[in-house]
């Protein structure tokens, strides 16, 4: 006798298929384009998402100096660092910090949304962040992707 299989499939190491995206931060929120990125570099759009398995794609945002940030968080939003010297903590405001260092804003952004484990941090190696549109991965051929197209 036939009868169907409803087995669950899992994605490991050598079945997910990474595609490559480009993504254009120009005027969008840092928020809602960090949440997407994040979303989209654990694999959760995908129908065979596999929580324990990097099974997210190869994500290139470009732009990413010319982000929005709503409201007065360019002045009041403060990122802090740490020297690791006693009396070490700086405080950084976002005006200040996208001019220094562009990438940063989203980059931070994007790895506060992933988890904070060994499998985050290899999510987080498949993104690539640049400040303007220039980038190097023309030969891996990204598809151009609107960020509105995310459910």
């Known amino acids: 006798m036939d009868a169907l299989s409803y087995k669950t499939i899992f994605l490991n190491k050598n079945t997910v298929k990474k595609d490559w995206f480009i993504i254009d931060a120009k005027n969008q929120t840092l928020g809602r384009l960090c949440a997407k990125v994040a979303y989209m570099l654990r694999g959760k759009h995908k129908v065979g998402y596999t929580p324990h398995t990097d099974c997210g794609d ?54 506060g949304m992933l ?31 609107q960020l509105n197209t995310i459910k």
């Open 58 to 111: 190869n994500i290139v945002v470009i732009n990413a100096a010319h982000i929005r940030l709503t409201g007065k968080k360019w002045s009041d939003k403060e990122y802090d660092f740490y020297s690791g010297y006693p009396g070490g903590l700086r405080w950084v405001k976002a005006k200040d910090l996208i001019k220094r260092r562009p990438t940063y804003l989203v980059e931070e952004g994007i790895r």
């Open 115 to 145: 988890p904070k484990t060994r499998l985050g941090k290899e999510m987080f190696r498949n993104l690539r962040v640049y400040a303007d549109d220039q980038h190097k991965h023309s030969a891996q051929q990204p598809t151009e992707i």
